[in-house]
């Protein structure tokens, strides 16, 4: 048994029968009378219940707090509250584990409806953008996994603070600012590793450090090269 598709499929049912027949303008019973008498797939008593949480003040005030979300989002899309990373590999293992690029999750899955139509005005020029560079990508490819060069970068922009869209939260590199003070621990850090090396394969010659660490692609300097000026010299260490 798939529980979590069981649970999808019941998350669709309940979203399907609210489209239908929710209308705040009736009672609760109005809307479980008209339903159980057009369907008979509704349960009655399960529907009551369902009928009578929308009618609660929680979730009133929980949809019109999301409603006013929607209300200010720039870019409306139609994937609710599933990921794009989620989206993405749900319609890559429908397409044999080939994944869309950005351009194409856009175009097909995230700015128009189930009939084909956009979401809105902006969606529909952003997608007629997106086309017109996948057309124009075929005498002139695009690397799709190069988020700073693919068709969706070319018309949305580059991305910032290392989120990127329609994939998902990437890894961020936060800086302080002072760079220099940065550079100059780094820097020392360099040098006590330097001498360290060689003062370690004097003592132990078959101790064979510098291919240990260039397997690990850590840069150390031969036996016997000088340290950093600013190195500290081997009998203070």
């Known amino acids: 048994m798939d529980i979590p598709k069981h649970g999808e499929k019941w998350r669709t049912w309940k979203g399907l029968l609210k489209s239908r027949g929710y209308d705040p303008s009736l009672t609760s ?3 479980v009378t008209q339903h159980t ?3 008979d797939r509704v349960n009655p ?6 009928v009578t949480h929308w009618f609660t003040l929680k979730f009133q005030t929980t949809c019109a707090a999301k409603r006013l979300s929607r209300s200010k989002m720039k870019e409306p899309h139609v994937t609710g509250t599933k990921s794009f990373a989620r989206l993405a590999h749900e319609v890559a293992m429908k397409n044999d584990g080939v994944y869309l690029t950005r351009g194409e999750m856009c175009i097909i899955t995230t700015r128009t409806h ?13 997608v007629a953008s997106l086309k017109a560079i996948a057309n124009d990508s075929v005498s002139k490819p695009i690397d799709s996994h190069d988020f700073t060069n693919d068709e969706y970068s070319k018309v949305k922009g580059t991305e910032k603070r290392g989120y990127v869209r329609l994939v998902g939260r990437m890894p961020a590199i936060k800086s302080n600012g002072d760079s220099s003070t940065n550079s100059h621990t780094i820097h020392e850090l360099q040098s006590v590793v330097n001498v360290m ?8 010659p078959d101790a064979n450090l510098p291919i240990v660490l260039s397997n690990m692609n850590i840069q150390v300097p031969r036996v016997g090269s000088s ?3 600013n190195s500290l010299p081997s009998k203070e260490l």
């Open 37 to 39: 008498n057009n369907d």
């Open 197 to 204: 090396m060689n003062i370690i394969q004097e003592r132990i």
């Open 45 to 50: 008593t399960q529907f009551k219940e369902l």
């Open 227 to 229: 340290a950093p000026s």
């Open 114 to 126: 189930k009939d084909e139509s956009f979401v809105d005005d902006k969606a529909a020029n952003v």
């Open 29 to 31: 019973d109005k809307i």
